[in-house]
């Protein structure tokens, strides 16, 4: 079966059937975007939650308010209608839990930066996954639209 | 002058880790450690994004930030087994276990070994260089790596100084690496007659 893989800030997409993977989510957010009528997914790795006008050539995928966007788009020239689409995320966890630092962890940041812009667009959150203190993998199967979320040393769950 | 300044850093990586290693050294009744030629890399974000090959291969990953005239974040990177090597030879155990006092003893060998590092770059600078309370974290390296990149803030591109060192006889390695604010990193530069960068 195909397996794309989706880096930090990629954004990638799949129709019909083939997984799309990413690996190494920690304050990251990975999050997919689905219509099961015409089996369209779009799968996103989040890094930081607002775009910087210092970094005018970034992949949009890089930053939850540019990203969003960019990945409805992306499922819209699929075939898919954003009124049917649905989204799972997973990651947004703080490794360095014991870092006092001041202030919302960048992964909590990350959390309530994509949650905002979901609802903006009115796409409902089906599945997730965040938080914690331990990375993530995502691997998501666009037959079925079924996510799989590993962590080192815990049981594989379904969002 | 990106050439003469990059090879400073390597420098300014070989001394640093140099007096990490000796106080790692010292820990552990005088285990000696070889240093590999140290890189000292100009990145831009997906480069740095892609350090890291091995995504899913656990490591322990600690973390430190660096707050004073240089400002900066420092990462200490090696594969668990290390690690565990490291906690045998600290502490005696040798279950092999990641529990809470492995990770403490992995969280004051990466304190030592940082403050050391950090030690000889202020001497020779003249810059307060301050290390805060190191985070660890053992997990998946593309989560830690990313991890750092992210509470370093890496946007467009980064230097990355990064140190690798190896035990004779006993299978450790690790990486040491610092990422400067690229605005106190220009104080250095601006210091040593390199100029603006």
Not at chain 1, 22 to 43: A, E, H, P, Q, R
Not at chain 2, 45 to 62: H, K, N, T, W
Not at chain 2, 80 to 93: F, H, I, Q
Request: glycine fraction near 10%; hydrophobic fraction near 45%; proline fraction near 2%.
């Amino acid at each position: 079966m195909e397996e794309l893989f989706v880096n930090m800030g990629q954004i990638n997409s799949l129709k019909v059937g083939g997984i799309l993977t990413t690996v190494g989510l920690g304050s990251c957010i990975g999050i997919t975007l689905y219509d099961n009528s015409v089996k369209v997914g779009v799968m996103g790795h989040i890094f930081l939650p607002k775009s910087r006008a210092s970094d005018k050539n970034a992949l949009p995928g890089k930053y939850a308010d540019t990203g969003i966007i960019a990945m409805i788009k992306e499922a819209e020239n699929l075939g898919a209608l954003k009124s049917r689409l649905e989204a799972k995320l997973a990651g947004g966890a703080n490794l360095f839990s014991n870092l006092s630092l001041n202030g919302t962890s960048i992964g909590e940041q990350n959390a309530h930066a994509v949650i905002a812009e979901l609802e903006h667009f009115g796409i409902p959150i089906i599945g997730k996954d965040v938080g914690g203190s331990y990375g993530r993998k995502m691997r998501f199967y666009i037959e079925s639209g079924i996510v799989a979320v590993t962590a080192v040393g815990k049981e594989a769950i379904e969002i | 002058m990106q050439e003469a300044k990059l090879d400073f850093l390597k420098e300014l990586a070989n001394i640093g880790t140099g007096h990490a290693t000796t106080a790692l050294s010292q820990m552990l009744s005088g285990k000696l450690f070889q240093l590999v030629v140290p890189e000292a890399r100009l990145l831009h974000f997906e480069e740095a994004a892609r350090f890291v090959e091995s995504l899913e291969q656990v490591v322990v990953g600690i973390f430190i930030v660096v707050s004073g005239d240089v400002k900066g974040h420092m990462a200490f990177l090696l594969p668990v087994d290390s690690a565990m090597v490291l906690v045998r030879l600290l502490t005696g155990d040798d279950s092999g276990e990641v529990n809470d006092m492995a990770l403490s003893a992995l969280q004051e060998i990466g304190n030592i070994m940082i403050t050391s590092y950090l030690n000889a770059l202020s001497k020779m600078t003249d810059l307060l260089m301050a290390p805060s309370v190191p985070g660890v974290a053992v997990d998946m390296a593309g989560a830690i790596w990313q991890s750092v990149l992210a509470g370093a803030q890496v946007i467009n591109e980064v230097t990355l100084i990064r140190t690798e060192f190896y035990a004779d006889g006993e299978s450790i390695e690790g990486n040491i690496i610092f990422l400067p604010d690229e605005d106190d990193f220009k104080k250095i530069a601006v210091l040593l007659g390199l100029g603006e960068g």
